[in-house]
C-alpha cells in the first residue's frame, strides 16, 4: 500500500492493479506518505509510545524542514501534513501499522496503558480538522477498542473489520493457494509423501479456517502456510512465534471451562466482539481479535456468532500453553 500511494508502478508490473489503474491520469502519482509503524520497539516502559511518535516526526521533519519541535506531537504532525501538502501539491496518506501494539504490551499496567489510550487520543485528534491535506488514511491493528475511543474523534473513518467484501484481505484464500501455489504443494505433498489432494486437506486443518464474515472466505494464515512451504514441514509456526502469556494466566484466573473451545459454546454479538479493553472480565474478544478463536456460524436471529478454534495450529498450540497453568506444570507426555 506504501509503495502504491508514493507511485512505484514498476513494482506492480504484471499485477491486476497495473491493468485497472490503465488510462487514469491520476493514478501513480507519488503522494506525500506518513507510515507509523508502531512494531519496532517495546512498550513496557513510560515514555515509550511518545518516543516512537517523536522519532517518526523529526524523520520527516527534515525531510519538509519543519523546525516547530517544540510544540506538541499532534501540533507538529499537523505543521508536517501542511507543508507536505504545499510541497508537493498533492493530499498526504497516513498508514498506522499495528496502532494497538503499545496497548496491548500495556494490558497488565493499567496506568501504562491508560496513559498510552491518552497519548494516541490526543496525537491521532489532530486528523480530524485536517481532512483538506488527507487523501487516504488506513489503520490496521490485531484489536478493536471500541470503548476507549482512541479515534471517536476521527467520525469520518469507515471501519471494515466484518465487511464481507474484504473478508479474504488479510490472509490467503483456497482459491489463490490453489493458483498460486501449485508447485510449492507439489514439492510438500512429495516431502510427506502424499498426494496433492491429501496435503492439500492437511495444509487446510492445520492453517486455514480464519473468518472475519461468516458469508465470506476462509484464510489460511499467510505466515505459517509460507513457513511450511519453506521448511517442507507442517509445523506451528505461527503459534511458535509469541505464546500468549497473559491470556493463558487470564483464563486461569477466571476459573474460564477449556472445554467450551472445542464445543462451540462460545457466543458474542458484533458489538461485544469489539469490547477489547483490559478490564473486561470476558477473554472472548481479546482471543477473537488476536486470532485464537474465529467465527464458526451466525445465527441472525438471535444477532450473535458462535465461535472456536480456526484450525490445529491454534488448536493444539493453544492447548499446549494451557496445560501448564491448569495442571501446574507437572504433566508429561507417556512414550
Known amino acids: 500500500m506504501r509503495a502504491y500511494w508514493e507511485g512505484k508502478k514498476e513494482l506492480f508490473s504484471g499485477l491486476s492493479i497495473e491493468r485497472l489503474e490503465e488510462g487514469k491520469p491520476e493514478a501513480w502519482k507519488s503522494y506525500p506518505v506518513f507510515y507509523f509503524d508502531f512494531n519496532r520497539d517495546s512498550y513496557q516502559s513510560a515514555g515509550a509510545l511518545e518516543g516512537i511518535l517523536d522519532a517518526h516526526l523529526k524523520e520527516w521533519e527534515t525531510v519538509y524542514g519543519c523546525t516547530d519541535r517544540e510544540a506538541s506531537l499532534a501540533v507538529r504532525f499537523q505543521h508536517l501534513l501542511v507543508r507536505a501538502q504545499k510541497q508537493s501539491g498533492l493530499r498526504c496518506v497516513v498508514l498506522v501499522d499495528e496502532y494497538d501494539k503499545s496497548l496491548l504490551e500495556a494490558m497488565e499496567n493499567a496506568e501504562l496503558e491508560e496513559h498510552n489510550k491518552a497519548v494516541f487520543k490526543g496525537f491521532f485528534s489532530a486528523l480530524k480538522s485536517y481532512d483538506a491535506y488527507l487523501q487516504f488514511v488506513f489503520i490496521t491493528g490485531v484489536t478493536k477498542f471500541s470503548k476507549i475511543s482512541i479515534f471517536s474523534d476521527l467520525n469520518q473513518l469507515n471501519d471494515i473489520s466484518f465487511s464481507k467484501q474484504y473478508a479474504g484481505m488479510c490472509g490467503i484464500t483456497e482459491a489463490e493457494l490453489k493458483s498460486s501455489f501449485s508447485e510449492e504443494i507439489t514439492r510438500l505433498a512429495e516431502e510427506y509423501g502424499l498426494s496433492s489432494a491429501v496435503c492439500l486437506q492437511k495444509l487446510r486443518s492445520t492453517y486455514d479456517g480464519y473468518r472475519f464474515n461468516v458469508g465470506g472466505p476462509s484464510v489460511y494464515n499467510p505466515f505459517s502456510l509460507l513457513n511450511a512451504f519453506y521448511h517442507l514441514k507442517f509445523g506451528y509456526y505461527w503459534f511458535g512465534s509469541g505464546t500468549p502469556t497473559f491470556l493463558v494466566r487470564r483464563l486461569r484466573e477466571i476459573d474460564f471451562d477449556i472445554r467450551r473451545f472445542t464445543t462451540q459454546e462460545l457466543f458474542a454479538t458484533e458489538g461485544e466482539l469489539s469490547d477489547c479493553r483490559g478490564d473486561n472480565p470476558d ?30 495450529e491454534v488448536k493444539y498450540g493453544f492447548l499446549e500453553s494451557l496445560m501448564p497453568e491448569y495442571t501446574g506444570n507437572t504433566w508429561k507426555v507417556e512414550e
Open 283 to 312: 477473554p472472548v474478544p481479546l482471543l477473537y481479535q488476536t486470532g485464537y478463536l474465529t467465527l464458526k456460524e451466525y445465527d441472525e436471529d438471535a444477532d450473535y456468532y458462535s465461535l472456536g478454534y480456526p484450525n490445529d
